[in-house]
């Protein structure tokens, strides 16, 4: 079992509060495999690392709330199995005792369906298929979660409208007949595949109107998304589709401090041009036996500190708090 890769926050003072992280748990009863670039992946050792992560979070004391980023189940999870698999890690994540707040990514989608998954999740929705959503932890913070699968080939019905633009998206950009091969798109067109999304209009409209409202309050605001909306952060194939139109809305306001994100099993971190960190966390699929990738993190007027384990980096996260 691995140990926190601690950083001192040179604060000596209390966070306002703190949160437990992970992300991709993407578990399944089923033998080790590898992904398509051949990283090995440990279907059922991710279970293990999430009930650690869980244990870690409770010993803790003095967390709030905890986050998943999504994947809560692996694509590769025989689909007669789909929705134990889900019941099984939400049960593992509701040993943690506090609020855990989620989000939906593609292996989430392969396996159920919008109108299933969101009330096993516990996502907040007003009409049984919108996943997004925010809430005030403490005063002064506000967390903006996204839906980047909001338009999207996968999880609505073949039917749908957010269905059609997806298909009629991914056609115009990408020319292959497997819309999840990036071959022959180069550069940031690496990101028009299948197993991503993007943020609609409506979406777009409310996460603007949740800016403006923080603003007002003097709010400091933590976008989280599945997608990674930072090429500087991410490799180029899991970004979201629209990442540039996302962050043309957050860069008009100075409230939107950090973005964190998964899908992107690596990590990264990366400072953009109007000074927003971004933070894209690393896989718990991809820890070896006896290895871990989960944290918290504690959080101050003018900075974020990941503390990590294992496989998990530590980060400080330091920002202009005005």
Aim: hydrophobic share 35%; with cysteine; glycine share 10%.
């Amino acid at each position: 079992m691995g140990s926190a890769n601690g950083l001192t926050n040179g604060r000596g003072g209390h966070p306002l509060f703190s949160f437990g992280v992970i992300t991709d748990v993407q578990y399944a009863d089923i033998p080790n495999g590898h992904s398509f670039l051949g990283v090995p992946r440990f279907y059922r050792h991710s279970m293990l690392v999430l009930q650690r992560a869980v244990k870690s979070w409770n010993n803790n004391k003095n967390l709030n709330f905890a986050i998943h980023f999504g994947d809560i189940v692996d694509g590769k999870c025989p689909k007669d199995q789909s929705l134990n698999a889900v019941k099984k890690v939400v049960g593992e994540f509701e040993n943690f005792k506090g609020p855990v707040y989620h989000m939906i990514g593609n292996h989430c989608l392969y396996n159920l369906p919008r109108d299933k998954l969101l009330p096993l999740l516990k996502i907040p929705n007003l009409d049984g298929s919108r996943a997004y959503y925010e809430f005030s932890p403490a005063p002064g913070y506000r967390f903006v979660l996204l839906d980047g699968y909001d338009i999207s080939a996968i999880g609505w019905p073949h039917d749908h409208p957010k269905t059609l633009e997806a298909l009629k998206f991914l056609r115009e950009r990408n020319p292959n007949s497997d819309k999840n091969s990036p071959n022959g798109l180069e550069g940031l067109d690496r990101r028009f595949l299948m197993f991503n999304g993007a943020v609609g209009e409506e979406q777009m409209e409310w996460l603007d109107s949740v800016l403006r409202d923080a603003t007002n309050m003097k709010q400091k605001v933590v976008v989280c998304c599945h997608l990674p909306l930072d090429p500087g952060a991410s490799s180029q194939e899991p970004l979201l589709w629209n990442y540039d139109e996302v962050m043309d809305v957050i860069h008009r306001y100075d409230c939107v401090k950090v973005c964190l994100a998964g899908h992107d099993h690596e990590g990264g971190h990366s400072i953009d041009s109007h000074g927003i960190h971004h933070r894209v966390l690393e896989a718990a699929l991809e820890c070896p036996p006896g290895t871990d990738a989960f944290g918290y993190i504690e959080v101050y007027d003018n900075m974020l500190s990941l503390v990590g384990t294992d496989r998990m980096k530590s980060t400080n996260i330091h920002f202009n708090p005005y």
